[in-house]
């Protein structure tokens, strides 16, 4: 299984109607994208200095699946919304229950 994690830092002009149309959008995908085995986000509460806005959590069975949610009909109206009301996007995508040490080769290596 592949977790798929995006962290969101918006503008601070981010349109509030704007925003609503966004998570409802993101609340229309669960349960509806082929693959896609479920689907969490929700609003940071710690509010720290270093804490983004917005994280979105979605739990994919192959890499194949999330290649199907990027270019989905209901996801690709939301890029929309987040790409130009943010100051940062940032995304993470790794397998559960993989343990093992991170390699320390990088491709010039």
Avoid: C
């Avoid at 349109?15 to 969490?40: E, F, Q, V, Y």
């Avoid at 397998?95 to 390699?103: I, K, N, V």
């Amino acid at each position: 299984m592949i977790r798929h994690t995006v962290l969101f830092k918006f503008k601070p002009d981010f349109p509030p109607a704007d925003k609503h149309a966004w998570i409802a959008g993101l609340n229309r995908m669960t349960g509806n994208i082929p693959g896609m085995l479920s689907l969490t986000h929700g609003p940071d509460v710690l509010n720290t200095e270093r804490s983004f806005d917005y994280a979105i959590v979605a739990d994919f069975e192959t890499v194949e699946d999330i290649a199907v949610y990027i270019t989905h009909p209901l996801h690709e109206p939301l890029k929309a919304y987040s790409f130009p009301n943010s100051q940062q996007i940032l995304s993470v995508d790794f397998r559960l229950g993989d343990s093992r040490p991170a390699s320390t080769k990088t491709q010039t290596s």
